[in-house]
């Protein structure tokens, strides 16, 4: 069994996005038991039928994923979890996915081939999507106490974990997930992975085509 879990921290992203994410979650796994959850300051207008919890570490935007490498989660009942942004559209099938074997592996920050072999940023990992085993990953929460807890980085705990713990992750396969800017997805046709990344603009709200389909 598994944890599915999202985090929802001030008023950037409605509850909405919480109920549609649960909903596409709900539609796309079919042989693997899973919890879901959401990590949120507060619950308001979340449906019901969502069990939340407090926030595993509050902090501005979204620094609070730094609280998935403490070597415990309060909410967190399994020894794994896939943690998704709120902004993601999910596109396909997750049961391969939920069972990738990795203990700590995020989305690929760039599309295979688009820096030259040995560029460290074919390395850099997109934490919109992050599969981990719980405490696995604790040397990451205790270098960034160790650090201060620093909330200055323009791209947050993504980039701090880069900088810091640059290719000490796994990267997860692009037919488990893309960025709908970078692998340029508009259009019509669904593309042919289990998520799709709404990194930066647009979001989902903005775009038609299959996004208008299946963000729902």
Sequence with gaps: MITICCLKKGERYRPYYVNILW???RRNVSATPYDF???????????????????????PKWWGKMGLYMPTVAGIKTERLLFLDLDVVITGPLDDLLNHPSD???ARD??????????????????????????????????????????????GDQ????????????????RFVKSYKL??????????????????????PDCGGWVKELWQ
Excluded at 159 to 174: Q, S, T, Y
Excluded at 183 to 204: Q, Y
């Design 37 to 59: 959850v959401c990590f949120a300051d507060d619950p308001t207008g979340i449906d019901a039928r969502i069990r939340t919890v407090g926030l595993p570490y509050d902090a």
């Design 183 to 204: 692998h340029k997805l508009a259009g019509d046709r669904i593309p042919d992975c289990s998520v799709v990344m709404f990194h930066g603009t647009p979001k989902p």
């Design 23 to 25: 909903n596409m979650v």
């Design 104 to 106: 700590f592996a995020m």
């Design 110 to 155: 760039w599309p295979s081939g688009t820096w030259p072999k040995g560029d460290g940023r074919n390395d850099d990992g997109q934490s919109s999507v992050v599969l981990l085993k719980v405490g696995s990953s604790t040397r990451i929460w205790e270098r960034y106490y160790q650090s201060g807890m620093p909330t200055a980085d323009r791209f």
């Design 159 to 174: 980039e701090w974990i880069n900088r810091v713990f640059h290719g000490k992750m796994d990267l997860l396969p692009e």
